[in-house]
């Protein structure tokens, strides 16, 4: 499941994990405090997991789900030769159909013309670590254990792609892509 690191003043250090549910619709998971969910509640790409959940009141994207990550329990890995297959039939190439029904959540297929990594300044790289430390310094309704000090990445990663839509352009802000970095 991706995820995507969020600095949120209501919830904490959290990330947005996007799943699949059992019809096949994709969803979107927040928050989820994964850093410091317990062992047996942490879950990896391609882990099959059952939780309870709300439809979020300041949230009305069709996909969003609240979770209660005390309810996460792993239940599963899907098998290595589902892997290529499960996703396959769920790529789309352009974003633009995908608003029009009203999807905010989707696979691309695209061709990527450019990924850039630009050093951050100084003065950014302090700002963020601020920004974090201010977060484990505050009282946290998910926090079960103490966190491991998060440190920054020291670059900034951008990238341009063409698809159905035409070229556009992004910044990567999946935690994942950090923590590729660090090892």
């Avoid at 969910?37 to 994207?61: C, N, S, T, V, Y």
């Avoid at 302090?126 to 505050?138: G, I, N, S, V």
Wanted: net charge positive.
């Amino acid at each position: 499941m991706p995820a995507l690191l969020s600095r949120a003043q209501r919830h904490g250090e959290t990330v947005c994990c996007a799943g699949i549910d059992p019809n096949g619709n994709w969803i979107r998971l927040y928050p989820v405090s994964f850093r410091s969910l317990d062992e047996g509640k942490k879950f990896a790409r391609w882990d099959r997991i059952r939780f309870r959940w709300l439809l979020p009141q300041d949230d009305r994207r069709p996909e969003s789900r609240r979770v209660d990550q005390n309810s996460v329990r792993v239940l599963g890995r899907l098998v290595e030769s589902e892997r290529q297959r499960f996703p396959a039939d769920r790529i789309v190439t352009g974003l633009g159909v995908e608003r029009e029904a009203g999807r905010s959540l989707a696979l691309l297929r695209a061709r990527i013309i450019d990924f850039t990594d630009e050093p951050k300044s100084k003065d950014d790289l302090e700002k963020e670590a601020a920004r974090f430390a201010a977060l484990r310094r505050q009282a946290d309704l998910f926090k079960t254990k103490p966190m491991i000090p998060y440190r920054p990445c020291p670059f900034r990663f951008e990238y341009r792609y063409e698809c159905d839509d035409g070229l556009r352009e992004g910044t990567c802000q999946d935690w994942e892509l950090e923590a590729t970095f660090f090892r």
